[in-house]
Nanobody, 122 residues
Framework: VQLQACGGGLVQAGGFLRLSCAAS????????MGWFRQAPGKEREFVAG????????YYSDSVKGRFTISRDNAKNTVDLQMNSLKPEDTAVYYC????????????????WGQGTLVTVSS
């Protein structure tokens, strides 16, 4: 499984960005996908996840209500719509995929994409 993320950039607080992750391999090999982020000097943290078979979503408390994760199984893509961005959302965002259950813990992720930088200015 290979993951290719794009869509990062610089935005003002209150603005929005959309990240996209293109995945190789069928959904059977990566039934759960998600996004993590890592700010300078901090550990990588879970942001949002989705179960590809039925679209069940999971969010961290810090982004719930502002971010939306979605998938297009036909295109093998998972997107993260980020609204009402805050300076504390600034981080490198990573696309992730798991071959088994769960997608909320960085240490159990099977596949990582390259990071894409999101910078939110105040």
């Amino acid at each position: 499984v290979q993951l290719q993320a794009c869509g990062g950039g610089l935005v003002q607080a209150g603005g929005f960005l959309r990240l996209s992750c293109a995945a190789s391999g069928g959904t059977f090999s990566r039934p759960r996908m998600g996004w993590f982020r890592q700010a300078p000097g901090k550990e990588r943290e879970f942001v949002a996840g989705i179960r590809l078979i039925d679209g069940t979503t999971y969010y961290s408390d810090s982004v719930k209500g502002r971010f939306t994760i979605s998938r297009d199984n036909a295109k093998n893509t998972v997107d993260l719509q980020m609204n009402s961005l805050k300076p504390e959302d600034t981080a490198v965002y990573y696309c992730a995929a798991n071959s088994g259950a769960g997608i909320t813990t960085a240490s159990t992720v099977d596949y990582w994409g390259q990071g894409t930088l999101v910078t939110v200015s105040s």
